[in-house]
């Protein structure tokens, strides 16, 4: 399996976009993010989204706009928190590429995410303690979609070193 289709999941706040741009540097490729592709076919932010059209429409459009990647030959793609957990989006993903989890502690993902809740539909009314309570759930519901990736990197190994060991063993 090449490094050619890379997918980055993990929690809001984990570091996808960020690590998702980094990586096309080195790899050479477009480094893209799913919920501003989402948000440009859409014409509306990802909270006006879920506030008039629902999180089912929501996840029915992230399927879609994640099977138009099938036909690109080489990228980078920070996906949503919620996408390997519906439309059989993980199976899909596996099969395309390389799947890597970034996973940070939820103390990380509580202090990352507070600042910008309110571009964050699902947390955008919670207290902080609610949020770090919101996140400890959701790591609880998504874990069996999220350990299916081929990666799992902790917060000592999210860095250019583990990344690029990554991207390495598989340059074809």
Not at 85 to 110: A, R, Y
Not at 124 to 149: C, G, M, P
């Amino acid at each position: 399996m090449a490094a050619d289709k890379i997918f980055l999941i993990g929690m809001m706040g984990a570091g996808k976009t960020y690590w998702a741009q980094k990586m096309a540097k080195w790899n050479k490729c477009v480094g893209y993010d799913l919920d501003a592709l989402i948000e440009m076919n859409e014409e509306k932010t990802i909270a006006e989204i879920f506030n008039e059209d629902g999180e089912d429409h929501f996840r029915k459009v992230e399927a879609k706009i994640l099977r138009w990647f099938k036909e690109k030959k080489k990228f980078i793609i920070a996906t949503g928190g919620g996408t390997p957990c519906f439309q059989e989006n993980m199976q899909w993903m596996k099969k395309e590429g390389i799947v890597i989890w970034l996973d940070e502690p939820v103390e990380v993902l509580v202090k990352r995410v507070s600042p910008e809740k309110n571009q964050r539909p699902l947390i955008a009314t919670l207290s902080d303690s609610q949020i770090a309570t919101f996140i400890e759930n959701k790591l609880v519901e998504r874990h069996s979609f999220y350990v299916q990736a081929h990666y799992r990197l902790t917060s000592d190994q999210i860095n250019e070193a583990g990344l690029k060991k990554i991207i390495t063993k598989h340059v074809s």
